[in-house]
Nanobody, 115 residues
Framework: QVQLVESGGGLVQPGGSLRLSCAAS????????MGWYRQAPGTQRELVAL???????NYADSVKGRFTISRDNAKNTVFLQMNSLKPEDTAVYYC?????????WGQGTQVTVSS
């Protein structure tokens, strides 16, 4: 059984930081591309950041320079370090694992940026 479990969300003031984690089980984690996505109320889910099995990364323009995606294959975990957070970063953040046409999603973690 495949499970992706996100954690680390919460309430933070503008300019603050959060670190999200996504722990995977039931897959051969090291061969999967991992991604972070987010969805704000009334909007479509959008890509935030990707990291492939080789460690190459891609970011949405809106988070470049502020967010960093990384992975620890020994711990089957992908991280999203979020700095200089803005109110428009408020959303439910989801992680996704993808390999050879297979996709798995986590349940999401809420991030709220507000003073």
């Amino acid at each position: 059984q495949v499970q992706l479990v996100e954690s680390g969300g919460g309430l933070v003031q503008p300019g603050g930081s959060l670190r999200l984690s996504c722990a995977a089980s039931g897959i051969r984690f090291s061969i999967y591309a991992m991604g972070w996505y987010r969805q704000a109320p009334g909007t479509q889910r959008e890509l935030v950041a990707l990291i492939d099995s080789g460690g190459s990364t891609n970011y949405a323009d809106s988070v470049k320079g502020r967010f960093t995606i990384s992975r620890d294959n020994a711990k089957n975990t992908v991280f999203l370090q979020m700095n200089s957070l803005k109110p428009e970063d408020t959303a439910v953040y989801y992680c996704k694992a993808r390999w050879a046409g297979r996709e798995y999603w986590g349940q999401g973690t809420q991030v709220t940026v507000s003073s």
